[in-house]
C-alpha cells in the first residue's frame, strides 16, 4: 500500500491517481487521519478482496468498471458512479467483474 499526498487545494481527475497494474490490487492512501482515511484501489481481472470485518464505517465509490460487493451475504452490484456504505462491524467483500477502481472512505468516530 502506498501513501501518497496529493496537492491540496487543486483539481483532480481521480480515476488517474492510481493505475491498474496486471495481476493485482493496487492501493494508495491518498489521505489518513485519525478520524478516517481515503484511499483509491485498483484490481486487474480476476482479482478481489477477501472477506473482512472493520468496526467503522466505510463508503464504497465505483470510478471506473464494475463490482459486486458483499455485505452481510447480500450482493450489491455496483456501476461507475455507484456508491454504498459498508456498516461497521458486517462481514463484507469486493469481487470485481473485469478491471475496476473504486473510492474507499473509512470514518472512524473514536468510540470503537
Request: without cysteine; glycine residues 10%.
Given at each position: 500500500m502506498d501513501d501518497i499526498e496529493i496537492e491540496k487545494s487543486a483539481a483532480h481527475i481521480?480515476?488517474?491517481?492510481?493505475?491498474?497494474?496486471?495481476?493485482s490490487v493496487v492501493i494508495t492512501?491518498?489521505?489518513?487521519?485519525?478520524t478516517?482515511?481515503?484511499?483509491?484501489?485498483?484490481?486487474?481481472?480476476?482479482?478481489?478482496l477477501s472477506e473482512k470485518t472493520t468496526p467503522f464505517d466505510t463508503f464504497v465509490?465505483?470510478?471506473?468498471?464494475?463490482?459486486?460487493?458483499?455485505i452481510s451475504g447480500v450482493s450489491n452490484i455496483l456501476l461507475t458512479g455507484q456508491?454504498?456504505?459498508?456498516p461497521a462491524h458486517a462481514p463484507n467483500f469486493v469481487n470485481p467483474n473485469g478491471r475496476f477502481k473504486m473510492i474507499l472512505t473509512v470514518i472512524k468516530n473514536g468510540y470503537e
Open positions: 481521480t480515476v488517474e491517481i492510481i493505475e491498474y497494474v496486471p495481476n492512501t491518498i489521505l489518513k487521519k485519525s478516517g482515511n481515503i484511499s483509491i484501489m485498483s484490481f486487474d481481472s480476476g482479482e478481489g465509490q465505483v470510478i471506473d468498471g464494475k463490482a459486486e460487493i458483499v456508491s454504498i456504505v459498508i
